[in-house]
């Protein structure tokens, strides 16, 4: 089904389509195929109340998110939980830059007493408490 026809292409804010779900959810299921989205922009946006806007990604396979300029990652919290590894590559520099928190489940001192002994474990263990629970849901 194609619809659009009448629309102005040089109308900045034109909508050729809108599918609106007064109550209740809207589901798109392709059972046995792939659901493809294609545009020149595509932008989703939640808006729950009392900041509940949750946008989830689930997959039982990979989640790439690749870009032929930059991938950002903003929030007021930031947490990256590699169950099986966390590797960061670059052909370039890698820049780190903020605060050690001295007030969390891992401190300076036990985190340098740790790295010294080899302790990797302890390091690991305290920044998963740091970062709480993302399992799949």
């Given amino acids: 089904e194609v619809s659009g026809y009448n629309v102005d292409p040089t109308s900045k804010d034109s ?3 809108s599918i609106i779900a007064k109550n209740g959810d809207l589901v798109l ?3 046995r195929g792939t659901i493809h989205l294609r545009a020149k922009n595509i932008h989703i946006e939640t808006s729950g109340p009392d900041k509940e ?3 989830l990604l ?3 396979g990979h989640i790439i ?5 930059e991938v950002r990652l903003a929030g007021t919290r930031v947490c990256v939980n590699g169950t099986a590894g966390v590797n960061i590559v670059s052909g370039n520099f890698l820049n780190l830059m903020g605060h050690m928190n001295v007030k ?3 401190t300076t001192l036990s985190s340098i007493q740790s790295l010294i002994d080899g302790n990797w474990t302890s390091i690991l ?3 998963s408490k740091t970062c709480g629970k993302t399992e799949v849901v």
């Fill in 125 to 127: 263990e305290g920044l």
């Fill in 58 to 60: 689930t997959s039982n």
């Fill in 29 to 31: 299921n392709a059972e």
């Fill in 104 to 106: 969390g489940p891992i």
């Fill in 15 to 17: 909508i050729g389509r």
């Fill in 53 to 55: 806007g949750n946008f």
């Fill in 65 to 69: 998110l690749a870009s032929t300029q």
